[in-house]
């Protein structure tokens, strides 16, 4: 099965004064590299939130949004002492230090919003439960989208692997058919070159043209390209991630087909190598969005 690396995914769980919204967005990237934007609340989390998406992302740029909203609506508040008695040490200390006297006013202390706590708030395993519960959703939401974008570009590559297959047998059949006429083709051209033709031996002129013909043959060439297009096809069926074995595979079947269009003179058969090139490139831009 292809995944894609593109995807989108989204989860949210509600706790008992609390709900927890997890967004995961995947794009093409080489390597694993994963961008996270975590509320500071959840920020202990961080470690196990990014091993679970790394398990199912092990490559592509992976943006991370994780935010939670609290319910405020029962005003039950208190006091954090000792952040409040942390702060007022240090600003004792600055005005020390910078030598400034200026009275603390109760509008500078409450810039400091988590001196005062919602002693409502549900802390602890009831968070972590709901949190790790939302990130494995959205991964599931996200593999569902990446599945689907998967087959997508598993029909295109398809698509144009069989149009180059095509392209291939075609190519192959012209050339049986003008090994004929380029042997003929061959013996005029000596003769108009050579008018004491007579006087070479004939085991000597069929040896010559052959080396030419030889030359110009490309059965090789074409026994090697079917293969890579088979071994293309079991690589697409493979469970495993194959990127790096495709990537090669395409190179080959280019160098291949480059070879092919050097030795033919064939005006069609070049029309088909640029088009065979084409569709070669097409297969290249899709599998660098494989996972």
Known sequence: MILSMTGYGRSEKKGKNFSINVEIKSINNRFYDPIPKIHPFLKEYEIEILSLI???????????????????????????????????????????????????????????????????????????????????????????????????????????????????????????????????????????????????????????????????DINEEIVRLDSHFKLFSLFLKSKNNEGKKKNFLLQEMNREVNTIGSKSDNVKVRHMIVEMKDNLEKIREQVQNIL
Not at 127 to 152: M, P, Q, T, Y
Not at 176 to 193: C, G, H, P, R, V
């Open 54 to 216: 790394k398990n199912e992302c092990n490559r592509g740029r992976v943006f991370i949004n994780i935010n939670i909203d609290r319910d405020n609506s029962i005003n039950s508040f208190q006091l954090n002492k000792n952040k409040l008695k942390s702060y007022l040490a240090i600003i004792n200390d600055i005005s020390k230090e910078a030598k400034i006297k200026e009275s603390i006013s109760l509008s500078h202390l409450l810039r400091y919003q988590d001196i005062i706590e919602n002693t409502t708030f549900d802390t602890g395993s009831s968070v972590r439960k709901n949190l790790i519960s939302a990130v494995k959703d959205a991964i599931k939401d996200l593999n569902k989208f990446r599945s689907e974008e998967g087959k997508n570009l598993l029909s295109d590559i398809n698509l144009s692997l069989d149009k180059n297959y095509s392209l291939m047998k075609k190519i192959n059949k012209i050339s049986e058919s003008d090994a004929k006429k380029e042997l003929e083709k061959y013996k005029k051209k000596i003769k108009s070159y050579m008018p004491n033709l007579s006087k070479l031996d004939d085991d000597r002129l069929y040896q010559e043209i052959a080396i030419i013909l030889e030359k110009k």
